[in-house]
């Protein structure tokens, strides 16, 4: 008894510690002030550093709000700077947002506001001069608004799943033109637009753009005025081509590309030759049946390639040849009955193959799957058998399905430690592994250890 006594003593001891240690933060942290009769409750960002503190504030205590179903706003309060960020959240009623309602916090640097149904008057913008930051999601707009008319220093615009409550059918230049500072686009909307040929023009600072359901009718006009873009993203446009890429150089500095969720089927062997800084390439959930070594070449830096919930059904063994850096590639829900360890044994980085959901023949041509999963950890997303019918449902992983199977390979190649000079790639034999050397005339010496010209190895061995 005295033992427990003595712990409910300490616990509570420790308690009124912490209470003072709190109260006595936010008394020096917090800015001395509160909005309406409710005091903000501060504690520590994320960076473990500066402190934040929160106010819930009831509308009824703001001026210039017309509905009383926006019941609450939470201000995150920065301490060193005052409110500089405001979050709204309300039910799915409509309401209008009004300008009195945020003259007292001029200095408010992020705006966002979502998960309703309102009806957003942007003359809001008019009474933040400081805003850099604007995210809106779920809501809509009753006709498209002139963001540069409103302030011209954002940095970051959002919108979210939003509508349009009219019958406005193309986004005009109008809509986010002459925004010098803007670095980050993202456009989700709920209804197919169509953009005109100028609307990223004055755009000159951007850096990523990411569009879905925006339909881009010249996308080489588009596109060519973003010479700072490092990553684009263009989802659910009914695009087809990209071609274009070949023919647009203002894009050829991109990092990312993801033009996922559309109707691409087939794209010329050359469209990609120009983007060798690209490191991330998403087609997923479109209608290619045809990927090799042409269509995707001198991709020297990708480390990311999904090409998942296509209609792929042959993988050749050189398709990735020239993606030494590639990490993770995504092929699960394709066509694919077979596959072989050629496609990537010679990718020494390789950490994750997605495999799953093809309609895979289990043979001995699968072995090595089972062995490289066990012995050196390649993830692949637990793929399973289709046929023959006694092996349906089974994972194609089990070593069990391949006890009458005679190894021809070694496949050393996928170990980390194996490490083929540049210019060469490795390639599996039945007990160990060899270098092999890309040109014509050019071997591997392993004395060297080094890739060089045939008639200069005969003359060094002379």
Known sequence: ??????????????????????????????????????????????????????????????????????????????VTDRINTIEIRSDLSDYQLEINAYRQFNNISTFQSGYNNHIVSLS?????????????????????????LFNKQLTYLKL???????????????????????????????????????????????????????????????????????????????????DFLKQTPSLYQLTSIDFSMNNIQLFNSDVFSDYTQLERLDLHSNSITIINRTNVNKLSNLDFLNLGYNQISTVPEDSFRDMPQLIIVILYFNSITTISSKVF????????????????H???????????????????????????????????????????CTRELSYQCFSKSVKCPRGSYCQDTLHSYECVCEGKGVVFSRSLNSCIDYEKLIQTQV
């Open 362 to 404: 289990c043979d001995c041509r699968l072995e090595w799957m089972s062995i490289v999963s066990q012995k050196y950890y390649i993830d692949f997303h637990n793929p399973s058998c289709n046929t023959p019918p006694e092996h349906k449902g089974k994972s194609v992983l089990l070593p069990s399905l391949y006890t009458n």
């Open 124 to 148: 809001v913008l008019t009474s933040l001069p400081n805003l850099v930051h604007f995210h809106m999601y779920y809501g809509n707009f009753y006709h498209f608004p002139a963001f540069s």
């Open 345 to 360: 044994e010679h990718l020494s980085k390789i950490e994750a193959v997605y495999l799953s959901n093809n309609p895979f």
């Open 160 to 242: 979210n799943y939003f509508g349009i409550r009219s019958n406005v059918k193309f986004i005009r230049r109008s809509f986010v033109n002459e925004l010098p500072n803007l670095e980050y686009l993202y456009l989700y909307f709920m209804n197919i637009l169509v953009a005109t040929e100028n609307i990223f023009s004055g755009l000159t600072a951007l850096t990523g753009l990411n569009t879905e359901n925006l339909q881009l009718t010249n996308p080489i006009m588009t596109l060519s005025p973003l010479v700072r873009l490092k990553a684009l993203s263009i989802g659910y446009s009914g695009l087809s081509e990209i």
């Open 1 to 78: 008894m005295k033992s427990i006594a003595s712990n409910i003593l300490v616990c509570v001891g420790l308690l009124v510690v912490y209470l003072i240690v709190v109260e006595a933060v936010c008394s020096i942290n917090c800015p001395n002030e509160s909005i309406g009769s409710l005091e903000p409750f501060c504690y520590l960002n994320d960076d473990g550093g500066s402190r934040l503190c929160e106010i819930y504030v009831d509308t009824s205590e703001l001026n210039g709000l017309t509905n009383r179903n926006w019941t609450k706003i939470k201000l995150v309060i920065n």
